[in-house]
Structure formats: structure tokens, C-alpha cells
């Protein structure tokens, strides 16, 4: 009997142990952008790295180059399909008529406003002031600037991680799971990816859309696409972006 | 951690510490002559996970590059750099330095080669040397390639407590023994020896770092003068707030405690004093620092502890006091503003404008302290001096008006 509930639990944690979880939140008034509108992409933050055998995650410098490259031509290909002309940003200092300075201060400031989204909508820390409102976040006239500056209606902020298991590390995972069948089990997890877009409209300067990624995996050798190949970065910028939902009040009225 | 230990498992515990090659002991000195750069010049990543530390580092670099923390003083970036290349051993050229506006005493150094150095360690510097000393250490950080020695250790020990906890485990339930305090110790174990490493690298660099700053040409006793400051400043704060100085020694600790550091500092300098004449570098440091050391000294009494600041300046006075620090021991007293305070601030108030340095504030200050005091003639033509000094000062419409009553 005892067995039996053992392999049984072995079998539910492979089962619920590997998954792809998306959660996305729009703006109550969002409409996904359609047809003729441009869309800057600011310079993504990629970090490709190795699982260790101790569980660190070390950071792999050609991986994330590659991983990189191809998320952007991925993004491209993916927003061209939709209609909207794509820019995008690889350096600080890329436009035209705006300070490496002010690219800088407006990526810093959606960052801290990205935590703050990440805390109160994902994290479980609510606000009673922001329950049922979508998201309801702004980077304000910083970002109506930029946006008057370049002359784009929105502006992507994304940020992506990739981890993949080192043979140390499946091999402890082989050993933690084979343990489960003589009473010893500690499944431990391997690579995954998490990564979360950020979509602002450069008119109103509000974060108007969000959406945050999870994929990982207990099972030794089992993951969900890698974003260092052009199919895994096509596959991420799918999940992430690929169905974009209309915000609440857009929704109950149609 | 689990109170239920067995004696046999606490020895099985304590034999893995050890035989998985843990050491907990305090840091024996290392010998200055016996540390050898590890790096050449123009040093470049070549393994992969070097690389990996690298990429991420030169985002940092840039998000530090572009802070609005910096203070950016071309004069006296381009003086700590070359101060960098005089200590730098081989790597002389490749190394960076950013001065951080923060009023603490700390610098720190990034494994690709830029470096940090807080404007709180700039005020605390009495000499060239001894900031030569601090800059020397931290290069110590880079020539030795800590970063990456220490990334490469934790990764060694994580590795190894995780297949030790897995063996005892499946092990464990194979042989039907419960092995999870066992697993505990050993984890209690793996960090106590992560720090150890950390304190033993610091212990390195500081042996490293005394060496480039003999070689340099300074005097080595420059460094353990370091500490030894730090400490007493470190009780003199503590005896303002009648507090007890934390020892500062902790297996938990990143870094060996101030007094070990300076004690063996003390016995490198010893090792490494030749007859040659040795350089302080008092003059060229001040004028380096130039008006900094008055903004400086301004964040310092703001951090509203009394006891650092006295001694801070006390300390910087035992070179000759001046106006400036007879300013700013007054602003000490005023903002503690104990009973007798107002006294002591006006007395170091009236010293500071004997020194014909005395900053215009203090003009400012003496004269309405002379006032409050009823010496309404002197108090005046105190004020009045402060406007033809700062004739633009943001409150010099209000101290007119008070001339004018």
C-alpha cells in the first residue's frame, strides 16, 4: 500500500512537476493593438545559463547571445504578422534625439514599476486599491515623451531567463526521483524558463498590458522549449505575446 | 536546525565537514611575499563560466556608468585612477574606478575590473597612502581573480552537499536510518566553510594589496593605520549612543574581523619596511579632494552620529586643525543640541573663524551665536562679513533682515 501511494505521488509530481503557466492582466480599456501602429521594443534582457549541480544558475555568455538575437528576430517576425511596424532598440543610445541617459531612466523606472506590478498582481501581496482593475500602473510623462520623441505608439519592455540542467544536476534529478521508490523522495528541479513582457502605451504612458511566464520541470531531461533556437524563441514570444486578451470593460462589451 | 541530534549522527556529521575538506578555524595570516598575481595585463575570460560572470558584470558597469549616485569630478577620477595603475601590478591599465556619493566607508571591486569607492572612504583618508592602501586592496581582488574563485567553490560545495544529502537519503531509506540531521549539519557545514573561503580572499587581498602599495613606494603602515582608525571610530560611535562596539568576529562573517586585519597587516608592514624613504602623499591627496572634503564632511554630520563625526575630525585634525573642521565640529555639537551643546558649538564656531579657511557659514553661525549671547555689535559685523562673503546665499535676504533690526 505504502508503495503504491509512493509511485503514485511519484507519477502526480512528473505530472504537475512540469508545466508552462502563463497569467496575463491588461488594463481594463485594452484593446490589442491591431493593423497600423507602431511598437518600439526597448533592449531586452536576456540571461541564458546552467543549472549547477548545487543549483545555482551559472550564466552562460554565447547562450545568451544567441538566445537573444533570436528573441529579437522572433519579436519582429511575430509583430509584422500582426500588422504594426516594429522597432527595435539594441542599444541605449539607438534613437535619435534621446539621450542614452533618458533611455536608461525610463528602463530603470519600468523596472521598479515592473516590481511593483510583479508584487501586488503575481506575488500575492493585493492592494485593495487596485482589486478588479486590471492593471492599472504608470510610467507617466516619461514615457509620453519618449513616446512624442520616437514617434512610436507603444513600447515593449521584456525580460526572459532560460536555465537548462548541467549532467550534475540530471543526474541528481534521476537520483531524487529514483529514491521515490524506496521512500526517499526529493524530486529537484532542473532548467526553466521565466520571463515577463511589458507592453506601455506611449500616448497615455500607462503599462496598458502584462503578462509573466513560468516553465519548468522536475523531470530529469524534460523541458519547454529554449530560446537559444530560433523554433524555442518563436515558441516563448508565442506564449508571451501570442494572445494578447482585451481588458476587462472591452471584454463585457462586446 | 533539528534540536533531536544523536551523538552518532553528529559525528558521522562533523567527520563529512571534514573530510569534504571544511575549515571553520579563524584565518591564519597569509605572508605578503608568498601572494603572486594570478592575472596579467590585459586579462580576458577564456572559460565559460568566467565568460558568463563578464557579460553580466559589463551590464552592471553600465548601469553604474550611468547612475546619478556618481560624483563626477574628472580631476579627481583621473587622480584615483592613476592611483589604480601606480597599485595595480598588471593589471594597471585594465582597472576602472567610479566614486559613489555615499557618505560610508567602503569600495568594492567588480570581477571584470571597475571598481567603486565611496566618497565616505574618501573623507576618512588621511594621506595618499592610506588611500593607496584601500584602492591596493581591492586591485588585490582582481590581480588574485576572487570572483571567480569564489563562484567556482560555491559551486564545488553545492554540488557536493547536494550529492552527500541525496547519497545519505536514498541511502537512508535503503537502509532504513534517518539521515536528515545528518543533512543538516552538513549544510551548516557547507556555509560556514563559504564564508571561510570569503574571509580567506579578503586575508589575500589585504596581503596582496600591501604588497603593490610597498612596491608602489608608500609606506605599508599605511593600511593597518587604516583599521585601526575604523575601529576606534567604530567605539567612539558606539560610546556616543552607550552602546557596546560589536566585536565583529562571526563565523557568519564575509570578511575577518578589523582587529585580525589589522593585526596582520601590522606584521606584513613589518615584513615589507625597507630602508628606502617611504611617501605619504598627505599634500597631493588634499589637493586631489580639493573642496570635496568640505561636501564630504557635510554628509557625515547629517548622519546624526555624533560620536563618528567628532572622531572623524579629530582624527583629520591630528594633521593641524583648520577652520573647516572647527566648522564642522561646531555643526556636531549644534545638531546634537544636548544641554551645553549650543556652548561647545559656539566656542568651535568662534575657533573656526580664526582660520582664515573658515567657511562662510561659519561666519554665518558665530555671528548669531554672539547675537543669542547679547554681544549684538560683534554678532553684526559677523553677519555682515558672511554677506560680503556669500553675498548670493540663499538665505541672505533673511540674515539682511535680520541686520536691519
Known sequence: MRRGLLVLFTASTLALGGCVQTKQIADVQFAPPQGDYSLIVMRPDVTVGLVTAGGMIEPRADWTEQARTNLLRALADQQADRGGRTRILETRDGVQGVSAETVAELERLHQAVGNSIALHKYLGVTLPTKRRQGVD?????????????????????????????SSGRIALQVLGIAGCFIGF??????????????????????????????TGSLAPGVGFG?????????????????RMKAGRLVRERE | MSVALTRRSLIAGLGCACCAGFAVDAQARIPPRSMKPLVGAGHRPEDKDEQGLWQQYERVEEEIAGSNLLLKDPALITYLRDLGEKVGGPAARDLRVYLAHVPEFNAFMAPTGFMVVFSGLLLRMRDEAQLAGVIAHEA??????????????????????????????????????????????AQFGT??????????????????????????GYAPTAMPETWQQLIAETEASAAFRRKRARRGYSLLATHPAPEQRMIDLRASAAELTSARTVDRGRE???RAIGPHRKTFLDDQVKLND???????????????????????????????GRRGDDAAAANAYAAAIAFPDAPPEAWRAHGYALLRSGRREEGRAALGRYLALAPTAPDAAMVRHTLSQ
Open chain 2, 191 to 216: 556555509i560556514l566553510s563559504l564564508f571561510a573561503y570569503s574571509r580567506e580572499l579578503e586575508a589575500e587581498a589585504d596581503a596582496m594589496g600591501i604588497v603593490q602599495v610597498s612596491e608602489a
Open chain 1, 185 to 214: 523522495c526529493a524530486p529537484q528541479s532542473g532548467g526553466g524558463q521565466s520571463a515577463y513582457a511589458s507592453l506601455v502605451d506611449l500616448r497615455t504612458g500607462e503599462v496598458v498590458w502584462f503578462n509573466v511566464l513560468q
Open chain 1, 137 to 165: 500602473w504608470t510610467l507617466g510623462e516619461d514615457a509620453v515623451r519618449f513616446g512624442r520623441a520616437t514617434g512610436m505608439d507603444y513600447a515593449l519592455f521584456l525580460h526572459a531567463q532560460d536555465s537548462f540542467a
Open chain 2, 306 to 336: 555624533p560620536g563618528a563625526s567628532l572622531f572623524l575630525i579629530n582624527t583629520l585634525a591630528r594633521d593641524g586643525w583648520n577652520g573647516l573642521l572647527h566648522y564642522y565640529e561646531a555643526e556636531v555639537w549644534r545638531l546634537r
Open chain 2, 140 to 185: 588585490g581582488h582582481f590581480l588574485r581573480r576572487h570572483q571567480i574563485r569564489m563562484w567556482r567553490d560555491m559551486k564545488r560545495k553545492t554540488a557536493a552537499l547536494n550529492f552527500l544529502a541525496m547519497g545519505a537519503g536514498v541511502g537512508g531509506a535503503a537502509g532504513g536510518f534517518y539521515a536528515g540531521d545528518l543533512i543538516q549539519l
Open chain 2, 284 to 286: 597631493r591627496y588634499l
Open chain 1, 226 to 242: 529554449d530560446i537559444r533556437t530560433p523554433e524555442g524563441a518563436a515558441q516563448m514570444v508565442e506564449r508571451l505575446l501570442g
